[in-house]
């Protein structure tokens, strides 16, 4: 055990032992840049749930494992001759300064504070707006000749909750979106119903379809109501997991096993663990 406090140059260097051919780890010099996305997705989730559970102690392990992926993302772009990782550093720091010009006025990271006129939320938003704009047409020129959309830099492999709320947020910057909750709402009616229909035609491929467009428009309503609809739906899986607990609970004091219970029990203790949260 040793006393040293390792800093970011003793991780790259870490990284770099482990890739080595010659003498590395068996399991890290066998990755590729796709096989370790599922890790880098794991590790991503692990810091939200410390974060939920106000687990700090153990967000701070989650943090370094999570940090642990970009340089293994380096690592592997450095040995490809892709970017190294004081590129990805730079390209970062150049980009946040890029998009806070009330932050950075002349550009410049290091720059006197009191060269800083202070704007409004409502301005910087607009700011940001404009610059994602600029990013994106410059990316596109950059592109093949295929025609841009505003929905390019929309990565396909995102959770699909995540990803439905990003396409309507963009779409919507063009003026393609509801203006309130309200037709929202009747939309969701609507989708409800033409799943109804599915379901009594009985065509699976039809029932999935449709029961993408509700799911769909409930995250619609949800960005609406300025509900972010990954968190309110990891907030109710926790509180299913809590009242689910409680029915199982309360069962195996009765039965041997669960399976013994009836619905009609089992719904009233569901009950009990809900007014036991009040």
């Given at each position: 055990?040793?006393?040293?406090?390792?800093?970011?140059d003793?991780?790259?260097?870490?990284?770099?032992?482990l890739?080595?051919?010659?003498?590395?780890?068996?399991?890290d010099?066998?990755?590729?840049?796709?096989?370790i996305?599922?890790?880098t997705?794991?590790?991503?989730?692990e810091?939200?749930?410390?974060i939920e559970?106000k687990?700090f102690?153990?967000l701070?392990?989650?943090?370094?494992?999570l940090?642990?992926?970009v340089?293994?993302?380096s690592?592997?772009?450095k040995e490809q001759?892709?970017?190294?990782?004081?590129?990805?550093?730079?390209?970062?720091?150049?980009?946040?300064?890029?998009?806070h010009p009330?932050?950075?006025?002349?550009g410049?990271?290091?720059?006197p504070?009191?060269?800083?006129?202070?704007?409004?939320?409502?301005q910087?938003?607009?700011?940001w707006?404009?610059?994602?704009?600029?990013e994106?047409a410059e990316?596109?020129?950059?592109?093949s000749?295929r025609?841009?959309?505003i929905?390019?830099?929309?990565?396909?492999?995102l959770?699909?909750?995540n990803?439905?709320e990003?396409l309507q947020k963009?779409?919507?910057?063009?003026g393609?979106?509801?203006?309130?909750?309200?037709p929202?709402?009747d939309?969701?009616?609507?989708?409800?119903?033409?799943?109804?229909e599915?379901?009594?035609?009985?065509?699976?491929?039809?029932?999935?379809d449709?029961?993408?467009?509700?799911m769909?428009?409930?995250?619609?309503?949800?960005r609406?109501?300025?509900v972010?609809?990954?968190?309110?739906?990891?907030?109710?899986?926790?509180k299913?997991?809590?009242?689910?607990?409680?029915?199982?609970?309360?069962?195996?004091?009765k039965?041997s096993?669960l399976?013994?219970?009836?619905?009609?029990?089992?719904?009233q203790l569901?009950?009990?663990a809900?007014?036991?949260?009040?």
């Amino acid at each position: 055990m040793t006393d040293q406090s390792y800093g970011l140059d003793d991780l790259l260097h870490l990284m770099s032992r482990l890739r080595d051919p010659e003498h590395g780890c068996p399991w890290d010099i066998k990755q590729t840049f796709d096989s370790i996305v599922p890790y880098t997705l794991e590790e991503a989730y692990e810091v939200a749930d410390a974060i939920e559970q106000k687990d700090f102690a153990h967000l701070k392990e989650e943090l370094g494992d999570l940090l642990f992926q970009v340089i293994f993302y380096s690592q592997l772009g450095k040995e490809q001759e892709y970017f190294e990782f004081s590129e990805v550093v730079h390209t970062l720091v150049s980009k946040l300064v890029r998009r806070h010009p009330h932050v950075f006025p002349t550009g410049k990271l290091h720059e006197p504070l009191s060269t800083i006129e202070p704007l409004s939320a409502e301005q910087v938003k607009a700011r940001w707006d404009e610059i994602k704009q600029e990013e994106r047409a410059e990316k596109a020129q950059k592109q093949s000749a295929r025609q841009a959309s505003i929905l390019d830099d929309i990565p396909a492999t995102l959770p699909a909750i995540n990803r439905a709320e990003k396409l309507q947020k963009r779409a919507a910057t063009v003026g393609f979106d509801w203006p309130e909750a309200t037709p929202v709402l009747d939309k969701i009616e609507e989708e409800i119903q033409e799943l109804r229909e599915a379901i009594a035609h009985g065509e699976q491929e039809d029932i999935q379809d449709e029961m993408g467009d509700l799911m769909f428009a409930c995250v619609n309503l949800a960005r609406h109501l300025k509900v972010k609809p990954e968190m309110a739906l990891r907030s109710t899986n926790q509180k299913f997991d809590r009242r689910f607990r409680y029915v199982e609970k309360e069962t195996l004091e009765k039965y041997s096993f669960l399976e013994e219970a009836t619905l009609e029990e089992m719904e009233q203790l569901w009950q009990q663990a809900k007014l036991t949260e009040k």
